[in-house]
């Protein structure tokens, strides 16, 4: 089955602990990316990539880092300095930008 | 900086109603608007995608339309079912990148 996949579902975390989302796709997709949605909000992006070795910041990237070392998997860090880390995480991926994105079925995340 | 607005915020319709959702963006320089809809604390699934250069696209129920130079988009879903009810959200690709701008969405509720 193609498509993509997001581990762990839920996760809880200590405040100040980094913590890494997981994020695999096997559609062959060139661009992954990865979205914050926050109640009553639409999505905001956070980081996105086209290639491999190569990822861009979105509107919302303080606090958060990525790599791109294979072209199937785009982890998310998020860090202690990021000040409100609680929110549902979604990735996604596409062939380009005139091709519609896929998303994973995203990762809770709790800080306390 | 592009806007995406979905109104009205929540929409509840008796089951076989044909259901009318909104979409507006303040800039017409896009490359594609996608719909999306969203099941309680799940990832989303792609309904439609409609390239700037198209008027609308349909898939099986479901019809959306584009008026870029208005900046509206309206997705039709005709004779609504209980398992229409959802979150549906609409974004548009406004870069290079494919980075999707999305609105707050619409909440559905279809009642039998």
């Known amino acids: 089955d193609g498509g993509i996949t997001q581990s762990p579902k839920y996760l809880f975390r200590k405040e100040g602990q980094n913590v890494t989302l997981s994020c695999e796709q096997n559609?062959?997709?060139?661009?992954m990316y990865w979205y914050r949605q926050d109640p009553g909000q639409g999505l905001r992006l956070i980081y996105y990539?086209?290639?491999?070795?190569?990822?861009q910041k979105g509107d919302i990237a303080e606090g958060y880092s990525v790599s791109r070392e294979k072209k199937e998997s785009f982890p998310l860090t998020v860090t202690s300095a990021q000040k409100n880390p609680t929110a549902f995480y979604l990735c996604a991926s596409s062939w380009d930008r005139s091709y519609e994105q896929y998303f994973g079925p995203g990762t809770r995340l709790t800080v306390t | 900086k592009q806007e995406v607005t979905q109104i009205p915020a929540a929409l509840s319709v008796p089951e076989g109603e044909n259901l009318v959702l909104n979409c507006s963006f303040t800039d017409s320089a896009i490359y594609n608007l996608q719909w999306f809809r969203q099941d309680p604390g799940k990832g989303l699934t792609s309904l439609l995608l409609?390239?700037?250069?198209?008027r609308e696209q349909t898939s099986g129920r479901l019809n959306a339309s584009l008026d870029k130079s208005s900046g509206r988009s309206t997705l039709y879903i005709a004779a609504s079912q209980p398992g229409d009810s959802a979150t549906y959200l609409c974004a548009v690709t406004t870069d290079s990148w494919g980075k999707l701008q999305f609105g707050a969405g619409t909440q559905v509720v279809v009642t039998p």
């Open positions: 990539s086209q290639i491999v070795n190569d990822f």
């Open positions: 409609i390239q700037s250069s198209q």
């Open positions: 559609l062959n997709h060139d661009a």
